[in-house]
């Protein structure tokens, strides 16, 4: 069985202001689940976010224009020790954390990120290097300015977030999921408004030996036709 997403933290959003010290909210969860944490500013220059060493940022990215994002994961002990907070330059952000339940509870999450100016947030092709096929994947983006409910997610997956801070120096962040079988993943475009962005593909690894299989044509027709 492929992994599935548990439970979301509060939204993170400064909602028009600017802070150095970004405090993001923790899901309901359990002993082992991965906490996936993502994180957009309005501030661009990296490295200029600092996690803390209880996580493992997994990468910190700019757009080509005022805006940037990271994002990093931990593997959840249900204590203190799962408190995220980011310090940044002062600052507007948006961010979330979820708790995914069915990973292997070992191999950290792979990615992908493309970046661009359009309105067509494209979270690039990833290839995981573990053999099992029932994967979770998520596609992302930060971007600079944007509003609540303008984007549209990729065919497929199935949207959680779609959240800007709202006044001067805005930002966004726009998340979705999917549990497709395979080792590869090409997400596609997001739609929104024309702006810069960073798009991120993230995929997950399920439990023991998982192996989605999904029938073919052939074999779904002779299923329809009993």
């Keep these: 069985m492929p992994p599935s997403l548990?439970?979301?933290?509060?939204?993170?959003?400064?909602?028009?202001?600017?802070?150095?010290?970004?405090g993001i909210g923790l899901p309901s969860r359990s002993v082992n689940q991965l906490l996936l944490s993502m994180f957009s500013c309005d501030g661009s220059g990296a490295p200029r976010h600092t996690w803390p060493g209880a996580w493992n940022k997994l990468a910190e990215v700019d757009?080509?224009?005022?805006?940037?994002?990271?994002?990093?994961?931990?593997?959840?002990?249900?204590?203190?020790?799962?408190?995220?907070?980011?310090?940044?330059?002062?600052?507007?952000?948006?961010?979330?954390m979820w708790a995914i339940s069915g990973w292997d509870e070992v191999?950290?999450?792979?990615?992908?990120?493309?970046?661009?100016?359009?309105?067509?947030?494209?979270?690039?092709?990833?290839?995981?290097s573990w053999p099992q096929t029932a994967n979770f994947w998520v596609s992302w983006f930060g971007m600079n300015g944007g509003g609540d409910a303008?984007?549209?997610?990729?065919?497929?997956?199935?949207?959680?977030?779609?959240?800007?801070?709202?006044?001067?120096?805005?930002?966004?962040i726009s998340t979705a999921w999917a549990q497709i079988g395979g080792t590869t993943q090409n997400p596609g475009a997001w739609a929104d408004i024309n702006q810069t962005w960073v798009a991120v593909t993230i995929g997950i690894r399920p439990l023991g030996g998982g192996s989605l299989i999904v029938p073919n044509l052939s074999e779904m027709m002779a299923i329809l036709a009993r």
Excluded at 65 to 93: C, H, M, V, Y
Excluded at 150 to 172: H, L, N, R
């Design 63 to 96: 757009s080509p224009g005022s805006a940037g994002l990271s994002f990093g994961w931990r593997k959840a002990t249900n204590d203190a020790n799962d408190a995220l907070t980011i310090t940044t330059p002062s600052e507007q952000a948006i961010a979330i």
């Design 6 to 22: 548990a439970a979301k933290g509060a939204l993170y959003d400064t909602a028009g202001s600017a802070t150095t010290s970004h």
């Design 150 to 172: 303008g984007s549209t997610p990729p065919g497929s997956y199935t949207e959680e977030e779609d959240f800007g801070t709202g006044g001067a120096g805005a930002c966004k």
């Design 107 to 128: 191999t950290a999450p792979e990615y992908a990120t493309a970046t661009g100016s359009s309105a067509a947030p494209d979270s690039p092709s990833l290839t995981v």
